[in-house]
């Protein structure tokens, strides 16, 4: 029988556990005292690939205390990438041992595809993993300028006109929402603790979306033009939040100029942007819609002019203050069939946002990925730093609160399952966490870290929604919907990752799809905004800032069951226990040994029902709701709470 996750051993990527140095790791293992044993009678070896052949480093007892052993390797690290994972024998008469790989304790033979992995390439910037992202769409959360003219393509709404969710208006139903609007609002983000603003596309387009941009060269003028995009980075930098643009690198719109330099003549430069099976009407589209016809990334000339060198678009949206790049459909950039030139392309996008920052002494910039499934093969070596992480975090919270299949009142939502042909299941915390550990295994520390975490985004229902807080659009106030959206936010504050939350979500905004999401901000109705989730988020958001564990910290589980999730959050600084309840039960017990409190002090209530210690224990409520806990430093006297939410 297996060891319950907290007698298990344990490494991960964080400063806790690994010391990366010029052309070699220092790895550190917890191996924990069980049944009486000592960790200190393990052995434990590091195996890595050499030349792709195993070698070996015999691991060395650091320090003993009273959760378990450590144990310190130091390795080579040789080539782009190294992998490496520990053999931890348990001694005795069967001669028995176990794997340690980064999706955790295995006691038969493994393969080597989630080995742990140390990348050689220059990482993420080390900016990124303090942030909170706030995610605007641009035409829906506030009008700075009255009587902007109307677009020739738009059809004009009042504010709070319900939004067409569905058919053909949509993508031109026109609120009027500009880069001004954002500007009068940043009080907001301060407010909610934001430190990035991602906006979608602000280049001129023929929708509110702006995916289908028809130039790179200008910011739309019906959201302000270039002027307003000045104004507002401007303005977002003097209160230190940063903004990170979003770009469209697979398609353009059937409008750009590009493409209509393309189709009038065959032999032009621009003609070899676009794959044509027959010019001018005939060409490969994103997902067959002709509106948007697809990049072909061969041209060099396409390269130099949208992602690659000095004169760049992307190095021209750095030079005007962004602080990086979300790419849109970065999956599918660069592939079509049998070509393949995505990481490619990546490579020169993240070369070129390293020039230009060493050109002029500003941070580097911050290149993410959207992605909707297992990014693990784009994330590995110079490409984008991390990835809109709807695989290791949104799929696996909204099947585990998903409360819109549950028995009882209210209006069952029957959502599909982020574009698979079923519903949201309904899952148990066990199967969350065994997702988030083999979606991340395989993705690496460095890129998880670097990814966004989110509970919903413009492109999805809103999580209000899916927790079975309604589907009318407006504020939800439900009981079910917001109990179980907050431990959806405790989740995203606490896990590791940059938390992302979409305009709105605070409020308590709902949404059946990514249409019906895109809700313009109910600014002028506030007595309507639901004040218990605005709170919640402050306060969550206030202890994310405030405690450097939460933002890089190392995971380690402790207890995964169908209702509850328990696991620690390490630092050098700080140690943090977090237990989030989903369904009422018995009390998770953890020894004190366990948690290195044995003589050293007892948890301390930072939000929640405070804990129960008994016969060496401590038993954590099973009480629905978010709970977390300071720990004391091994051999540090007791620190203090922060505060109490």
Same mark, same amino acid.
Request: aromatic share 8%; net charge negative; no cysteine.
């Given at each position: 029988?297996?060891?319950?996750?907290?007698?298990?051993?344990?490494?991960?990527?964080?400063?806790?556990?690994?010391?990366?140095?010029?052309?070699?790791?220092?790895?550190?293992?917890?191996?924990?005292?069980?049944?009486?044993?000592?960790?200190?009678?393990?052995?434990?070896?590091?195996r890595r690939l050499r030349d792709a052949e195993p070698a070996w480093t015999q691991a060395e007892v650091e320090r003993t205390d009273?959760?378990?052993?450590?144990?310190?390797?130091? +390795?080579?690290?040789?080539?782009?990438?190294?992998?490496?994972?520990? /053999?931890?024998?348990? %001694?005795?008469?069967?001669?028995?041992?176990?794997?340690?790989?980064?999706?955790?304790?295995?006691?038969?033979?493994?393969?080597?595809?989630?080995?742990?992995?140390?990348?050689?390439?220059?990482?993420?910037?080390?900016?990124?993993?303090?942030?909170?992202?706030?995610?605007?769409?641009?035409?829906?959360?506030?009008?700075?300028?009255?009587?902007?003219?109307?677009?020739?393509?738009?059809?004009?709404?009042?504010?709070?006109?319900?939004?067409?969710?569905?058919?053909?208006?949509?993508?031109?139903?026109?609120?009027? %929402?500009?880069?001004?609007?954002?500007?009068?609002?940043?009080?907001?983000?301060?407010?909610?603790?934001?430190?990035? /603003?991602?906006?979608?596309?602000?280049?001129?387009?023929?929708?509110?979306?702006?995916?289908?941009?028809?130039?790179?060269?200008?910011?739309?003028?019906?959201?302000?033009?270039?002027?307003?995009?000045?104004?507002?980075?401007?303005?977002?930098?003097?209160?230190?939040?940063?903004?990170?643009?979003?770009?469209?690198?697979?398609?353009?719109?059937?409008?750009?100029?590009?493409?209509?330099?393309?189709?009038?003549?065959?032999?032009?430069?621009?003609?070899?942007?676009?794959?044509?099976?027959?010019?001018?009407?005939?060409?490969?589209?994103?997902?067959?819609?002709?509106?948007?016809?697809?990049?072909?990334?061969?041209?060099?000339?396409?390269?130099?002019?949208?992602?690659?060198?000095?004169?760049?678009?992307?190095?021209?949206?750095?030079?005007? %203050?962004?602080?990086?790049?979300? +790419?849109?459909?970065?999956?599918?950039?660069?592939?079509?069939?049998?070509?393949?030139?995505?990481?490619?392309?990546?490579?020169?996008?993240?070369?070129?946002?390293?020039?230009?920052?060493?050109?002029?002494?500003?941070?580097?910039?911050?290149?993410?990925?959207?992605?909707?499934?297992?990014?693990?093969?784009?994330?590995?070596?110079?490409?984008?730093?991390?990835?809109?992480?709807?695989?290791?975090?949104?799929?696996?919270?909204?099947?585990?609160?998903?409360?819109?299949s549950e028995a009882g009142p209210g209006v069952r939502h029957g959502l599909p399952f982020l574009g698979a042909p079923v519903d949201?299941?309904?899952?148990?915390?066990?199967?969350?966490?065994?997702?988030?550990?083999?979606?991340?295994?395989?993705?690496?520390?460095?890129?998880?870290?670097?990814?966004?975490?989110?509970?919903?985004?413009?492109?999805?229902?809103?999580?209000?929604?899916?927790?079975?807080?309604?589907?009318?659009?407006?504020?939800?106030?439900?009981?079910?919907?917001?109990?179980?959206?907050?431990?959806?936010?405790?989740?995203?504050?606490?896990?590791?990752?940059?938390?992302?939350?979409?305009?709105?979500?605070?409020?308590?905004?709902?949404?059946?799809?990514?249409?019906?999401?895109?809700?313009?901000?109910?600014?002028?109705?506030?007595?309507?905004?639901?004040?218990?989730?605005?709170?919640?988020?402050?306060?969550?958001?206030?202890?994310?800032?405030?405690?450097?564990?939460?933002?890089?910290?190392?995971?380690?589980?402790?207890?995964?069951?169908?209702?509850?999730?328990?696991?620690?959050?390490?630092?050098?600084?700080?140690?943090?226990?977090?237990?989030?309840?989903?369904?009422?039960?018995?009390?998770?017990?953890?020894?004190?040994?366990?948690?290195?409190?044995?003589?050293?002090?007892?948890?301390?209530?930072?939000?929640?029902?405070?804990?129960?210690?008994?016969?060496?224990?401590? /038993?954590?409520?099973?009480?629905?709701?978010?709970?977390?806990?300071?720990?004391?430093?091994?051999?540090?006297?007791?620190?203090?709470?922060?505060?109490?939410?």
């Open positions: 029988m297996r060891a319950p996750l907290w007698a298990q051993p344990h490494h991960d990527g964080s400063a806790h556990y690994l010391e990366q140095r010029d052309g070699s790791a220092v790895l550190r293992v917890l191996v924990p005292h069980t049944q009486g044993r000592s960790g200190a009678e393990a052995r434990v070896a590091v009273v959760g378990g052993t450590w144990w310190r390797a130091q +390795i080579p690290t040789e080539g782009d990438v190294t992998r490496y994972r520990f /053999l931890i024998g348990t %001694g005795g008469a069967a001669g028995g041992y176990t794997w340690l790989n980064a999706a955790g304790v295995h006691d038969h033979d493994v393969t080597d595809a989630h080995d742990f992995r140390l990348i050689a390439h220059p990482g993420p910037p080390d900016w990124v993993a303090d942030q909170l992202v706030y995610q605007v769409f641009p035409d829906r959360f506030a009008r700075g300028v009255a009587g902007r003219d109307v677009p020739s393509w738009a059809e004009p709404a009042g504010w709070d006109d319900p939004v067409i969710w569905e058919g053909p208006h949509s993508p031109v139903q026109w609120y009027g %929402g500009d880069l001004d609007g954002v500007a009068a609002h940043l009080d907001h983000l301060e407010r909610l603790g934001a430190t990035v /603003l991602y906006l979608t596309p602000v280049f001129e387009a023929r929708s509110v979306h702006r995916y289908d941009a028809v130039t790179f060269d200008r910011v739309d003028p019906a959201l302000g033009g270039d002027a307003a995009w000045r104004r507002l980075i401007d303005a977002a930098h003097d209160r230190g939040i940063r903004v990170v643009g979003d770009l469209t690198l697979n398609h353009t719109g059937v409008g750009h100029e590009w493409f209509r330099r393309a189709q009038a003549d065959a032999a032009s430069p621009e003609a070899a942007f676009y794959y044509f099976d027959e010019h001018p009407h005939e060409y490969q589209a994103w997902w067959g819609i002709k509106s948007l016809p697809k990049l072909d990334h061969r041209s060099a000339e396409l390269a130099r002019r949208l992602y690659d060198g000095d004169a760049s678009v992307v190095a021209r949206g750095l030079r005007d %203050g962004l602080d990086g790049w979300r +790419i849109d459909v970065a999956n599918m950039t660069g592939r079509l069939g049998t070509i393949d030139l995505t990481h490619q392309v990546a490579t020169a996008v993240r070369r070129t946002m390293a020039d230009v920052a060493a050109e002029s002494g500003a941070d580097p910039g911050w290149l993410l990925a959207e992605h909707g499934h297992d990014a693990t093969d784009d994330l590995v070596g110079d490409g984008w730093h991390g990835t809109m992480d709807y695989n290791g975090f949104t799929r696996p919270v909204w099947a585990w609160l998903n409360g819109g949201v299941p309904v899952l148990g915390g066990d199967d969350l966490a065994a997702t988030i550990r083999q979606v991340h295994a395989a993705m690496g520390w460095r890129a998880w870290t670097a990814s966004t975490a989110h509970l919903d985004t413009h492109d999805t229902p809103r999580f209000r929604t899916v927790t079975g807080g309604g589907t009318h659009g407006w504020v939800d106030r439900d009981g079910l919907g917001r109990e179980r959206h907050l431990l959806g936010l405790a989740l995203q504050m606490t896990l590791p990752g940059v938390p992302a939350v979409f305009a709105g979500d605070e409020l308590g905004l709902t949404g059946v799809n990514g249409e019906h999401s895109r809700t313009p901000f109910p600014w002028d109705r506030r007595a309507a905004w639901d004040a218990e989730t605005l709170e919640a988020y402050l306060s969550w958001t206030a202890l994310r800032r405030d405690h450097v564990a939460l933002r890089r910290g190392g995971l380690r589980w402790l207890d995964v069951r169908p209702g509850s999730l328990t696991y620690l959050r390490e630092h050098p600084e700080e140690r943090l226990l977090v237990h989030v309840v989903r369904d009422p039960d018995e009390a998770v017990a953890i020894p004190l040994a366990a948690l290195g409190l044995a003589g050293a002090g007892e948890p301390r209530t930072l939000a929640g029902t405070p804990p129960r210690t008994e016969a060496g224990r401590v /038993l954590l409520p099973p009480i629905p709701a978010a709970h977390l806990y300071t720990l004391p430093r091994a051999g540090a006297a007791q620190a203090p709470a922060a505060r109490a939410v």
